[in-house]
């Protein structure tokens, strides 16, 4: 297959701009009129913000952006289009990052992130949404719906013994945190471990790349490193080159029910405030009473440096969802080798149980996600206002309104939409019992003296309020 490139042009403006036309490579090559009518239509009712926030995310690959709507405006002439020709479509795309061209030639990786991006919008859209197939007002709809759109995109493996392994942490970590999961995504790919990640920098790129040295000095040539986001953290968090399959859920709880259903084991690296809700919604999920026999491997693992973040955690974990919570996963300091022994062992475990339970080995049916896990949370300022944070509820229904807090503390550091809402109507709100709140607020705040919540260097505005 060539790869087709026509009447490219680099600006002389410092940021070179790039306009292309490009073909789809042996996926998504025809669109129906109707399709590609919605995906250029602008407003409500239309697709084409989301197509092109997501497609610009693309491009921007390897950038130092992580503010959705910096991008947006630095970008503000970016335009893509679709061409119907008889033998298919192209991607008429101007004022591109010119990081996203080698010579003129967009790169071949993100070539093919650009179709995956149009692959999903459109199946979610036309297939999923508003589709009485899927009924999304129930739990049993919703994971079958994020099976359907897994499943389009062609990543769910039934040949494959459980072998992937989910990393969650901070797009913003040291260089010595970053090393880190190298050395622990090195150690996962020597025992032959795929990688799944949120697919953009810091942690869930270190651990891909650990592991493609892993892979190649074990002659494995298929090794997976997927990649999944969702349109509301897509620009905040671009693709990392490593990511050989990229799937974009239709919005972040979703997302996090694809990590859990894909995956067989999970490693935490130390991140901030999206990395505190990844934590709260497995956890959440596993202290379910239906899940309490359900093999789940969870480790949260870093170098020496990172002990006191980890032991921060660790403590507001057992204050606010008890010692059952702390029980569930393993901390593990410093040693690459034992967290990849241990995730070894733990999917060991998931293998025998789901084959004595007759469960697929591609996606984790048995697992019982409740409702509040499920719905989609927008963080407007009087949602966050009224999350119920109080100890008297059940346990993993406290976790489900802890997730949305630090959900919605995601949104106003990253997030378009978050931002513009905190510059229109100040910080959010967030109120409860104060034996959580207290600990909630030290821990937020230990997450901004260690530069957690933006990259290293710029200035951190909070975009909260605790109020006990």
Not at 222 to 231: D, F, K, N, Q, T
Request: net charge negative; hydrophobic share 40%; aromatic share 8%.
């Amino acid at each position: 297959m060539t790869h087709e490139v026509v009447d490219t042009l680099v600006s002389p403006e410092s940021l070179q701009l790039v306009d292309t036309l490009i073909s789809p490579q042996g996926r998504l090559e025809v669109l129906s009129k109707a399709e590609v009518a919605k995906l250029l239509e602008t407003g409500k009712a239309g697709l084409y913000d989301v197509f092109r926030k997501c497609a610009l995310a693309v491009l921007n690959t390897g950038s130092d952006i992580d503010d959705g709507k910096e991008l947006l405006e630095r970008y503000a002439s970016f335009e893509i289009n679709i061409m119907q020709r008889e033998r298919g479509i192209k991607l008429d795309i101007r004022n591109a990052p010119g990081n996203a061209f080698v010579d003129g030639k967009m790169i071949r990786g993100i070539h093919e992130h650009l179709f995956s991006v149009l692959r999903d919008i459109v199946f979610v859209n036309f297939d999923v949404t508003d589709n009485p197939k899927f009924d999304l007002t129930r739990s049993e709809g919703i994971t079958d719906a994020v099976f359907h759109i897994l499943r389009n995109a062609n990543v769910l493996q039934p040949q494959r013994n459980p072998n992937l392994v989910v990393c969650w942490g901070g797009h913003s970590i040291s260089r010595i945190e970053y090393n880190y999961t190298k050395k622990v995504g090195y150690a996962l790919g020597l025992r032959e471990m795929d990688i799944c990640t949120g697919c953009g920098p810091g942690a869930m790129k270190g651990p891909m790349k650990g592991a493609t040295i892993g892979h190649s000095k074990q002659r494995l040539g298929s090794g997976r490193y997927l990649g999944i986001s969702e349109p509301g953290i897509i620009a905040a968090e671009s693709p990392n080159p490593i990511v050989n399959d990229l799937v974009i859920m239709p919005d972040i709880e979703k997302r996090l029910e694809a990590f859990v259903r894909t995956g067989h084991g999970i490693v935490v690296f130390p991140g901030g405030a999206g990395t505190a809700e990844e934590i709260l919604y497995i956890l959440g999920i596993l202290l379910h009473p239906d899940n309490a026999e359900i093999p789940f491997p969870l480790v949260f693992t870093g170098p020496a440096s990172a002990r006191d973040y980890f032991t921060q955690i660790d403590a507001f974990l057992g204050v606010t969802l008890g010692a059952e919570a702390q029980r569930r996963y393993q901390i593990i300091i410093d040693d690459p080798d034992a967290v990849a022994r241990a995730m070894q062992a733990g999917v060991q475990e998931v293998r025998a149980f789901r084959k004595a339970n007759s469960d697929a080995y591609y996606y984790n049916w048995r697992l019982k996600i409740d409702h509040e896990f499920q719905k989609p949370f927008k963080p407007t300022h009087e949602n966050m206002r009224g999350l119920d944070l109080h100890r008297g509820i059940p346990t993993h229904l406290l976790a489900a309104n802890l997730r949305r807090a630090f959900s919605g503390v995601v949104a106003g550091n990253v997030k378009e939409e978050g931002i513009r809402a905190i510059e229109q109507y100040g910080k959010y709100e967030i109120s409860g019992e104060a034996e959580i709140m207290g600990p909630m607020d030290a821990l937020l705040a230990s997450f901004v003296e260690q530069s957690r919540m933006k990259l290293p260097g710029k200035a951190y505005t909070p975009c909260y309020t605790i109020v006990q």
